[in-house]
């Protein structure tokens, strides 16, 4: 055995144990003492036992700990313990996914994790998903599939033609689309600020009632799980308007599609079945470790032909898709190791479970400030809350000051012109406890 493994897995293991007692965010100590590990790269190298030692004694200290307790920023994981283990034994295997030659395992484990995420988010058996870094490329990949989709409907090949001369396709978003949608909507060349932006309600949704008309090739782009109010777009409705004109509807699901893997909370996404692809994020709600995310699609064959890269002698052709031909890679890692292990690990009940125990944090929350008596933005219908803490110059203060005092970590953001608070909780980590000293701080320096 090669005692730098274990090494790494030992301090490790003493990381992860000191997370509960240290400062959620790095301090400037910390930050500053980075300097020793950067700097031009030296002719002579390092031993191998010095370089994992000053990683973890120097690097360790910098890190967010958002692999802990309490860790409310953004929309993060915690890493499941099961899941990071996993990661690290693949990750010695260093498979490489793109062809089941290369990795039966990797790529037998990945179709498996995929299928049990489809059928935990209740999409339907001819649905299928593939693996890629996160939720942007997802979104991206989907609307790859889209573009093909519509424009092949009017005669147009966009893999094979591109799309100089291709005819417009429409894109459709609510008000409230989530900024990475709109970079892949760029990315896929279908111009950023070319979308059509269709009002939202009070908690963000999109108005099914204020859609545009559909007019040629068009995609609308929904939302399950709105990154500051948790909540969801109609999309049945929209569905229903939406395929009647022959336009293909996706679904952004980063952590929101999750929901639907819980009886108490699968109402909110009731229908986005009816959707043609979905985008979700492993690193966000399943707490798999960085990075991964997954697209699904209903026909995925125009998501193939959008890949498509032509023959080559070397590549093998004819039989079963091989998964680099559904993703924007090639050569990829094993990521469906890290959500087949922690899926294997949690069952159906322990994902229900991890949905329903951040949604009753993030309630504990909602109470337990307004009691205080601050303001809730947001109907807390999911795990995300909204709180002001009065007005902007004092929100803005309050959050700065929890992020420098260390017990826990939120990020601001702006609700429909207030400043406010965001407390996003989506970790397996987090306990009552976590909530109520993260609570505590909260009042403390409110207090002063
Ligand atoms: C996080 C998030 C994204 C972006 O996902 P990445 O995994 O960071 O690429 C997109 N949409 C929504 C709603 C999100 O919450």
Same mark, same amino acid.
């Given at each position: 055995m090669s005692s730098i493994l274990l090494e790494a897995a030992e301090r490790a293991n003493r990381y992860v144990e000191a997370l509960p007692t240290r400062n959620v965010a790095p301090t400037p100590e910390a930050l500053a003492a980075l300097d020793r590990l950067t700097g031009a790269l030296g002719s002579e190298g390092v031993p191998e036992d010095r370089v994992i030692a000053e990683l973890d004694e120097v690097g360790g200290p910098a %890190? *967010? +700990?958002?692999? @802990?307790?309490?860790y409310f920023g953004f929309v993060i994981g915690g890493g499941l313990p099961v899941s990071v283990a996993a990661n690290w034994l693949a990750g010695a295997w260093?498979?490489? &996914? #793109?062809m089941e030659v290369m990795s039966p395992v990797g790529v037998r484990l990945e179709r498996t994790a995929l299928e049990w995420i489809r059928d935990l988010v209740g999409l339907g058996p001819e649905v299928r998903g593939a693996f890629v870094t996160g939720d942007t490329v997802a979104n991206f990949s989907a609307l790859l599939a889209a573009r093909q989709s519509v424009l092949e409907r009017v005669g147009h090949d966009v893999a094979r033609?591109?799309?100089? @001369? +291709?005819p417009p396709v429409s894109v459709v978003v609510g /008000? /409230?689309?989530?900024v990475s949608m709109l970079r892949a909507i760029a990315l896929a060349g279908l111009?950023? !600020?070319r979308v059509v932006r269709v009002p939202v309600d009070d908690q963000g949704r999109m108005r099914a009632d204020r859609l545009p008309e559909f007019q040629g090739p068009t995609i609308v782009c929904t939302q399950a @799980?709105?990154?500051?109010?948790g909540a969801f777009d109609p999309v049945p409705e929209i569905s229903r308007a939406a395929h009647a004109a022959g336009a293909w509807v996706h679904v952004d699901? #980063?952590?929101?599609?999750? +929901?639907? #893997?819980?009886p108490r909370y699968r109402g909110l996404a /009731? @229908? *986005? /079945?009816? +959707?043609?692809s979905w985008a979700l994020d492993?690193?966000?709600?399943?707490?798999?470790?960085?990075d991964s995310g997954a697209v699904f699609l209903r026909d995925w064959t125009a998501l193939r032909a959008s890949l498509a890269s032509g023959p080559a002698a070397y590549l093998p052709s004819g039989g079963s898709v091989e998964p680099f031909e559904l993703v924007p890679e090639m050569s990829r890692r094993a990521r469906g190791i890290d959500a087949w292990a922690a899926l294997r690990h949690l069952g159906r009940s322990g994902v229900a479970d991890l949905v329903d125990r951040c949604c009753a944090h993030a309630l504990r929350f909602a109470r337990r400030l307004e009691d205080a008596g601050f303001r809730i933005?947001? !109907? *807390? *219908?999911?795990?995300q809350v909204l709180v002001s803490f009065g007005d902007e110059a004092t929100t803005r203060r309050i959050i700065a000051e929890l992020q420098r005092d260390g017990t826990c970590w939120c990020g601001g953001t702006v609700w429909h012109g207030t400043a406010a608070m965001r407390i996003s909780v989506?970790?397996? #980590? &987090? %306990?009552t406890d976590d909530v109520d000293r993260s609570v505590a701080a909260m009042i403390r320096l409110a207090g002063r």
């Open positions: %890190t *967010v +700990a958002n692999a @802990g307790g309490r260093n498979q490489n &996914t #793109a033609q591109g799309m100089a @001369g +291709a /008000e /409230e689309v989530h111009g950023r !600020d @799980g709105n990154v500051n109010s699901g #980063a952590f929101g599609l999750w +929901a639907r #893997a819980s /009731e @229908g *986005v /079945e009816s +959707a043609d492993g690193h966000k709600w399943l707490n798999v470790p960085y933005l947001n !109907d *807390v *219908v999911l795990n989506s970790s397996w #980590a &987090t %306990t």
